[in-house]
């Protein structure tokens, strides 16, 4: 391809990563062009208030998003407005007007993605969304190009800069959460409203992405279990250390043996030795373990106008490209996930509780463990007072084994707190 | 695409790599058709000698490879015979008979690079080469697609799995050169005659062909300045750490400021708490800068038939869609590039010299410094009976005045010998 070619770009929203967008459309327009062959023209801007200052001709502006989106003087869409609606609409309304869409917006996939997916192949155009996953890693293209003849068995990966950057906190400098957590807000890294990162829903979004790559069957936010890290302290961090692990919020996808699907979001001890474990402050990562590649791991910013919008931009001269050869990259049908339920992982598990210190005590809790089968490794006892505090690590059991072991020591006497219960990933 | 489509592949070589690759296509086949709707036939397989057990039908096999490029049963020719000739031409012919070529031939990319991607674009078709570099890690389709509207500053990559293990054994059990090279060769991770990994030959390659996608400018092997690890010692090495970095032989590119590109591969200082210091053992890393992404690392697998034939497969997957869409991701011309002299890089410096122990010594090797203009930022004497060895470590200099610097301090009577010069890289 040596002529040029104009592709002409409608983007919808202007806030941060729009902006950065723009930005970067114009900074780089003579890269683009002596690499790709191809001039991207942003031709229209849907915003929401026409008077705000933007990086973008006054006269592009307009208020109304549907018909940036169907226009017939736009080649690629490039969506950055976020929500669920009325995007999700408005995104349907440029595929079925057999305009390619590129977003961000990883609720939106999370919750619909099998509906736009289908609607994308229908239409016979392009759905990228490589800025939806660990916003500045290159990622999705990956998982579904260079990896497409390869059998995942588990991604893992730090998905939220928010927690990844209290959690560093807490481990480097001793912090509370609730202090470290201030930092973040005062940093700009965490929201006023911090829910949807601390509570792990903003990383459970992507794992279900991820999962529904990874495996071709369609799974959705509500399949993820999720579980955030507002419960964890500075003592459950320490004593992590002590055992030559850190505390990580992941996000974990696998397929079973039996071809079911399990996704989870939750706080994790990871071994200092795990590549995960040295992916610190506010950078993301995902870890992937496949048949054939053994380990791959992927590390970047996962947040901010720039690095999102610079995938973005990737994904825009990818759908213009194909625009111009009338082709597409088709998902192929999704088949829903059979999913594994939570009760059923299989995993190590750090337990932290507090017990009377006399005699026959441990004998007590030990034999609650044995009943429900699960078999401890190693445990740990500090003096608190009158009091004890133990710390158990278990063998590999089974997850709902455990919920019944922590229900019945509740019932015993001698026991009179069961502080953070962990799961332990990464040494197999 | 929800019918069933044949892709017919001609594998050319039928070693450890192609033989993984037969193995892949057999194992993954319901997994490619259920994701991508692709069905592969291995239709021909071409070997040296029809004798030799394969994981493939007998009757498949062939000696005559210029007969599968070209056979008109084959949509989509996968190399793994490796070398320059006849490979070379064996790939032109293919191309030039409309057929898609997957290779991982990173000799035959760095030096005929150009060649192959203009006969590519020419005939329409795909020239794919995802395990050419970093083998099992996805990198290439990144840097030419998500990154595509990306601008890169600097690549630096561990791009050889046998001089990163012979340099991990050297850090972390103080092993000297020649024993952890005996190691490696033991255990398989060096062959017999090690040059070409340990002269840092290979990784030049793979500078060449990461140079050349980064910036869409052609970059030879020969435009590679390269130097090898032999003569590190496990001193250079401790000392490194005391002043907290490790030693990893890394491939370097660079844009410069007047638009030259600089590429390199030697052994580097980088500090402790750089991502790449942490990749181990023979992993490979790929570290990438860019104005909008700011640090991206790429980690996994660096060699091996699997992670090799799993990149492979993945290109023959997006080859066989593209042959059946009739389309192909173009290259678009190339400009030579201009390369920056090796002698003016702008780097710090750690040099190790050793010296008379007496009054006035480091006052006249410090004037000799000074003369060409290159500042120091610490140094370290340590006792050696009636010599002292000094470890310098400069400010930022040109490689150049760096060079005149150690020419005219071989000239001082007072300086008996200078060890190891190492270029100190990741602090800016």
């Known amino acids: 391809m040596t002529e040029r070619s104009v592709v002409r770009v409608g983007l919808l929203g202007c806030g941060t990563v729009g902006g950065s967008f723009c930005e970067l459309v114009a900074a780089q327009r003579s890269d683009i062009e002596s690499h790709s062959g191809l001039t991207l023209e942003i031709t229209a801007v849907a915003v929401r208030n026409l008077d705000a ?102 991604i893992m990966g730090i998905l939220n800069g928010t927690t990844n950057y209290i ?63 507002a419960a964890l302290t500075s003592e459950d961090i320490s004593n992590a250390a002590r055992l030559g692990h850190v505390i990580k919020l992941l996000g974990i996808v696998e397929m079973c043996d039996d071809d079911r699907i399990a996704a989870r979001v939750h706080p994790a001890m990871v071994p200092t030795t795990h590549p995960l474990a040295s992916v610190r402050d506010s950078f993301n990562a995902v870890y992937v373990e496949g048949a054939g590649v053994d380990q791959l791991m992927f590390y970047g910013r996962g947040a901010g106008g720039y690095p999102t919008a610079a995938m973005m931009l990737g994904d825009t ?55 429900h089968g699960v078999s401890i490794q190693s445990m740990e006892q500090l003096g608190l007072g009158d009091q004890a505090r133990l710390i158990f690590i278990t063998h590999e059991a089974v997850e709902g084994n455990v919920r019944f072991t922590l229900a019945d020591l509740y019932e015993l006497d001698v026991v009179k707190n069961i502080g953070q219960v962990i799961r332990v990933v990464g040494t197999t």
Chains 1, 2 share one sequence.
């Open 317 to 371: 001269i990818d759908a213009g490209l194909n625009v111009l050869r009338s082709t597409h990259r088709p998902f192929g049908v999704h088949a829903t996930a059979a999913i594994r339920p939570m009760n059923e992982l299989r995993s190590a598990f750090y337990v932290s509780l507090d017990a009377r210190d006399e005699p026959g005590v441990l004998a007590a809790i030990a034999s609650v463990f044995g009943e």
């Open 53 to 154: 200052d933007r990086p973008v001709a006054r006269e592009l502006l307009t208020l109304d998003a549907r018909a940036v989106a169907t226009s017939p003087d736009v080649d690629v869409v490039v969506e950055t407005m976020g929500g669920i609606e009325p995007t999700r609409e408005i995104v349907l309304s440029a595929l079925a007007a057999g305009k390619p869409v590129v977003t961000a917006n990883k609720e939106l996939l999370a919750h619909h993605g099998a509906e736009l997916y289908a609607a994308a192949d229908t239409a016979g155009v392009d759905l990228l969304f490589e800025a939806s996953v660990a916003a500045g890693i290159p990622l999705i293209r990956p998982l579904r190009e260079s990896l497409a003849g390869e059998r995942i068995s588990r």
């Open 167 to 229: 959690l560093s906190q807490m481990t480097e400098h001793v912090a509370d959460y609730s202090d470290a957590l201030a930092e973040a807000q005062e940093l700009g890294f965490a929201e006023a409203d911090p829910t949807a990162d601390v509570e792990g829903h903003d990383a459970a979004s992507k794992v279900a992405i991820l999962a529904t790559l990874a495996f071709g069957q369609t799974v959705t936010g509500s399949d993820v279990f999720t579980e955030g890290i």
